[in-house]
């Protein structure tokens, strides 16, 4: 594939050291920055241009109308929406940008972008949830309407010994997999659970905070 990547900081950067361990791609890096430039070139077998992205002539320099996709990394959505503008009207059929703020969201929509949430925003939101519900050990959003999450059975858990269809599980909220001992087990509803136990949960959103309590209760 030939990938062009607007931005070399720290996003753009590991971006480009995973495209290169996967594949024989042809991966061109552009930044404003001369240092990132030269670290993107010392390190890596990447053409990197220090040259500024908006400018239609730097797209026309990485030979963007070649690319099969090109993802824009910077931290400023007004430099990535006007990098993906100018590749879309040069004919780049697959455009993807990290998103900084969620008002951005509709305008990068309107030019048929891929999304992918800033990172900062992604761990602000765990952090969040970590907060809000502390028993959660990870998440994982599905779309818009639901979520993945991974809960323990603590050795004074109400829920110890009791099978899936005991435990009086919210509606719309599906117990996927249980961890127990190494063991990694796709439950039927008369699987028990254990103190020690690590159960995945698929629910709706409007049913995380019903399921968390649930698996807080205490013997």
């Known amino acids: 594939m030939y990938i062009v990547i607007v931005g070399a900081g720290g996003i753009g950067k590991r971006l480009t050291e995973l495209t290169l361990k996967d594949g024989n791609h042809n991966v061109i890096v552009i930044d404003k920055d001369q240092a990132r430039c030269e670290e993107i070139a010392r390190k890596y077998d990447a053409v990197a241009i ?9 797209l026309d320099e990485s030979e963007v109308k070649k690319a099969d996709v090109l ?5 400023d959505d007004a430099t990535n929406l006007m990098v993906v503008s100018l590749a879309k009207n040069k ?13 951005s969201k509709p305008m990068y929509m309107e030019k048929g972008v891929k999304m992918v949430k800033s990172p900062n925003i992604v761990m602000a939101e765990h ?44 509606k719309k909220s599906l117990i996927v997999a249980v961890e ?15 103190s020690g136990d ?22």
């Open 71 to 75: 993802v824009t990394t910077t931290d």
């Open 127 to 170: 952090l969040y949830k970590s907060i809000k519900h502390p028993t959660v050990e990870e998440y994982m959003n599905v779309g818009v309407y639901a979520e993945i999450f991974r809960l323990p059975i603590n050795s004074n858990s109400k829920l110890s010994g009791k099978t899936i269809t005991d435990i009086g599980l919210p």
């Open 91 to 103: 004919g780049v059929k697959h455009l993807i940008s990290v998103v900084n703020q969620e008002e």
């Open 50 to 58: 220090n040259a500024d992205a908006t400018q239609e002539d730097t």
């Open 198 to 219: 690590k159960v995945t949960v698929l629910a709706h959103k409007d049913q995380v905070n019903r399921v968390a309590a649930l698996f807080s209760e205490q013997k």
């Open 180 to 194: 127990r001992d190494r063991k990694f087990i796709i439950p039927t509803d008369d699987i028990e659970l254990f």
